[in-house]
């Protein structure tokens, strides 16, 4: 069963806007950890940002915030005032607990696409 | 500058053959992973290590082996057991397997079957 859901193949979003990459979850561990990557063209891994399953507010990194919403097993990524630069395929991933072996999974991917 | 250096980037291999994938840290992390990605995919993790002399499969380990002799290297061999190895391969360090670390990437070894 697919632990990490990324619906979004890929999504376009004008310069300067504020675009949401969906990511959905599945665990049954209490204690975990989600995650964003960025992978640019080059195809090196960004990490950008991290939530816990027991943190009471969402992350925010910069132009980066993850959407928690912890009972619908959601960790949404928002990017605001969007960038060319952010041209790049991003990746939602999670860290099960300890029943999982603190593995981390990766979901298979948006590509967003900045236009000028 | 600390960071993760794989090596070569480009490798080729012949049918039958094993071949090592190379992963160099100087972060001082504990911990260090190897990750596959296919074409259009999301990375699938292979083996990884919490500390030296210590490492577990993950999800897609067969036809892949690894050693952790010393803390800053990682190496990957891809045996001839493996059978359709033509991927990017990624590895990664963080300096715990717990907690809100999130992984330093090296820039990737694409193997090719030949």
């Known amino acids: 069963a697919q632990k990490i859901t990324q619906t979004q193949p890929g999504m376009f979003v004008q310069e300067k806007e504020a675009v949401t990459l969906d990511c959905t979850y599945d665990?049954?561990?209490?204690?975990?950890?989600l995650f964003w990557y960025k992978q640019p063209s080059s195809g090196e891994m960004i990490f950008l940002i991290y939530?816990?399953?027991?943190?009471?507010q969402n992350a925010t990194e910069g132009r980066y915030s993850l959407n928690f919403q912890k009972a619908r097993k959601s960790a949404n990524l928002v990017i605001s005032a969007s960038q060319l630069g952010d041209s790049a395929m991003y990746f939602c991933?999670?860290?099960?607990?300890?029943?999982?072996?603190?593995?981390?999974?990766f979901g298979a991917g948006t590509r967003l696409f900045v236009k000028a | 500058d600390g960071g993760i250096t794989q090596s070569p980037k480009y490798l080729f291999r012949k049918e039958g053959q094993n071949v090592t994938l190379s992963c160099e840290q100087n972060?001082?992390?504990?911990?260090m992973y190897w990750y596959r990605q296919d074409p259009g995919q999301g990375l699938r993790l292979i083996y990884y290590?919490?500390?030296?002399?210590?490492?577990q499969k993950g999800d897609i380990a067969e036809g892949y082996s690894v050693s952790r002799e010393k803390k800053e290297s990682f190496p990957l061999t891809v045996t001839s057991a493996q059978k359709n190895p033509t991927a990017f391969y990624l590895c990664?360090?963080?300096?715990?397997?717990?907690?809100?670390?999130?992984?330093?990437f090296g820039s990737g070894t694409r193997l090719t079957v030949v």
């Open positions: 939530q816990g399953s027991y943190d009471q």
């Open positions: 290590s919490q500390i030296v002399n210590d490492f």
């Open positions: 991933a999670m860290r099960e607990g300890q029943g999982g072996g603190f593995k981390t999974i």
């Open positions: 665990t049954s561990d209490p204690s975990y950890g």
């Open positions: 972060l001082n992390h504990d911990a």
């Open positions: 990664a360090s963080s300096i715990s397997l717990t907690g809100g670390y999130g992984y330093t």
